[in-house]
């Protein structure tokens, strides 16, 4: 049916001052006018359950959030030339999330900007430019980090000083853990041998923990080591990029790579850590920023600013006052088994897999090809939106249902997305 006229209007008026480098969601797009925990609305009044949203991870419109922005606004918002005791106190309880070895945190606004600067210091601590990054990674919108973010497609070049990897995809390039160990520890010295030709040193690998836009790829555990241990062979150093999984959504941690057993040389992490008020961050073990605090100045003007590091605490507080991880956990692992369940014997479902609230459904035109179909994943994307469940997808060819919701996602919510999911993959058979 038609869109209504307001939102066909707003449509209009939006391309007309945005242009025309935005794109929005779904075939019959949606406007949201409020949201309140896993739900969103439209002008209507209809309501939609969020599985997509990760960036309110503790819920929209979460109350002791809103009241700490709220306090904070009143009070001072300003920058960290100035000595405040909130910042402070977050930053020591950020850093007792992290391994001991990563001790300096530094505030940016967005998660681009976090992994310009883990690049930055990255190239400054090592005196290399070499960069390694998996096949279909994204890691953000400034020229440098778009320079290393090949899914951003044929349109944005990758740098000279850039080499591409294997996805970690277990389904499709083993399903024994020492197959892909030894698959990923070829591709990832083909590269390093590849810049060394080039006469260009390795500065870093960067991943995404939960490789989101690769496909979604948790496990098997441990797969991340031998990378890790070929990239500091050649002097380089390993940043976690934790925009997407951080925060807990994984469940059983607090970081992504934790699950892999590694520490990274660097963490950085954003959309969920101010539910939504910009706030990321960058941090380093200490010996990699002596240089570099001795020579380069670093301010970022909203970057940990008062209000942002309210929210953040806030955000902190309710993660564990309201054990959202644990819940994360529980409500994962049932979608997980179910999903398992109802799709036994579905060829064109390939695999569930994911972790915590963190989940990913790869489509296939058929169990023996495994060809990836991005365009029944999208058809289910849609079929789900008209039933008011918001789900996105990912994975190279699109073809990997992204299920990521608010992290107080509650098991009544995981039934209704599964009764959809159910109707929507039946008519798959
Ligand atoms: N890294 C990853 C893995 C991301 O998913 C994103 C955002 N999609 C970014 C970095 C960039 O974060 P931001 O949009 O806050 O700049």
């Keep these: 049916d038609e869109l209504p006229a307001p939102m066909q209007e707003n449509i209009r008026r939006r391309d007309r001052s945005l242009g025309p480098g935005y794109r929005l969601f779904y075939d019959k797009p949606l406007e949201i006018v409020r949201g309140k925990g896993v739900t969103l609305f439209d002008r209507e009044g209809n309501e939609y359950l969020d599985v997509y ?24 918002n300003t920058n960290t030339r100035y000595v405040q005791e909130s910042i402070l106190n977050y930053s020591e309880q950020l850093l007792s999330t992290l391994p001991a070895q990563l001790g300096h945190v530094m505030f940016t606004c967005t998660g681009s900007e976090a992994n310009d600067l883990a690049m930055r210091v990255a190239k ?68 390093i041998a ?73 963490v950085t992490m954003g959309k969920p850590m101010g539910n939504g008020i910009p706030i990321a961050a960058a941090v380093f073990k200490p010996e990699l920023l002596v240089e570099f605090g001795k020579n380069i100045r670093y301010f970022n003007t909203f970057g940990g600013n008062s209000v942002a590091i309210a929210a953040a605490q806030a955000v902190l507080d309710v993660i564990r006052d309201e054990s959202l991880m644990k819940n994360s956990l529980k409500v994962g692992v049932k979608i997980q088994t179910e999903l398992r369940q109802l799709t036994q014997g579905l060829e064109q479902v390939a695999e569930t897999r994911g972790s915590g609230l963190f989940v990913g459904v790869d489509i296939v035109t058929d169990a023996s090809s495994l060809t990836p179909d991005g365009d029944t994943a999208a058809r289910i994307v849609n079929e789900l939106r008209e039933e008011r469940i918001l789900i996105s997808a990912s994975g190279a060819q699109g073809n990997v249902l992204k299920l990521r919701p608010p992290m107080s996602f509650s098991m009544n919510d995981a039934d209704r997305l599964i009764e959809a999911l159910d109707r929507s993959l039946r008519r798959l058979h």
């Design 194 to 266: 590849d810049l060394q030709r080039h006469g260009i040193g390795l500065a870093a690998f960067i991943a995404d923990s939960i490789f989101s836009s690769d496909g979604i790829f948790a496990g098997p555990a441990g797969f991340l080591r031998p990378i890790i241990e070929e990239v500091h062979a050649a002097g380089g150093l390993y940043i976690a990029d934790e925009v997407q999984p951080g925060f807990g959504r994984t469940g059983e941690e607090w970081w992504g790579f934790q699950r892999h057993g590694i520490v990274p040389d660097i």
């Design 124 to 191: 400054y601590a090592t005196g290399n430019q070499g960069v390694i990054v998996t096949a279909g990674a994204y890691h953000g919108l400034t020229a440098e980090v778009a320079s290393f973010s090949p899914s951003l497609g044929a349109g944005v070049p990758l740098g000279a000083n850039v080499r591409v990897i294997d996805a970690p995809d277990a389904l499709r390039y083993s399903s024994d853990q020492s197959t892909l160990d030894d698959h990923l520890r070829t591709q990832v010295r083909a590269a």
């Design 53 to 76: 949203n990760n960036v309110p991870s503790v819920g929209h419109a979460h109350p002791r959030v809103i009241d700490a922005v709220h306090q904070q606004m009143q009070t001072l």
